[in-house]
């Protein structure tokens, strides 16, 4: 079982930035593949950004690259999105995502564990 918790969320003005971190319970976080998912009102929720658990292979959605990137400590058992340039179209609450693999995932029903989520809004 892995529990994920998320942080760093808020409120922020367009062109701002926020870095979200998601810590992960447990001693197994580096067999893990780690996902970004945000889920806006009304809308489905769509994959962000995706590392692999040796964080050598990343995937990003078209909309975020070179915007957006995804890091991993597994000294921490943490993963980050560091969210740049942002947009009012990137205002949704942000989940991050686990599961026990060695590849990168896209698709939500793909990831096992799930956390709380946090809300980022922008502000135009």
């Known amino acids: 079982q892995v529990q994920l918790i998320e942080s760093g969320g808020g409120l922020v003005q367009a062109g701002g930035s926020l870095r979200l971190s998601c810590a992960a319970s447990?001693?197994?976080?580096?067999?893990?593949?780690m996902g970004w998912f945000r889920q806006a009102p009304g809308k489905e929720r769509e994959f962000v950004a995706g590392?692999?658990?040796?964080?050598?292979?990343?995937r990003y959605i078209d909309s975020v690259l070179g915007r957006f990137a995804i890091t991993r400590d597994n000294a921490k058992s943490t993963v980050y999105l560091q969210t740049t340039n942002l947009r009012p179209e990137d205002t949704a609450v942000y989940y991050c995502?686990?599961?026990?693999?060695?590849?990168?995932?896209?698709?939500?029903?793909?990831?096992?564990?799930w956390g709380q989520g946090t809300q980022v809004t922008v502000s135009s």
């Open positions: 995502a686990a599961v026990s693999s060695h590849d990168t995932y896209t698709k939500p029903y793909e990831y096992t564990y």
């Open positions: 447990g001693r197994t976080f580096s067999t893990y593949a």
């Open positions: 590392d692999s658990r040796s964080g050598a292979t990343k």
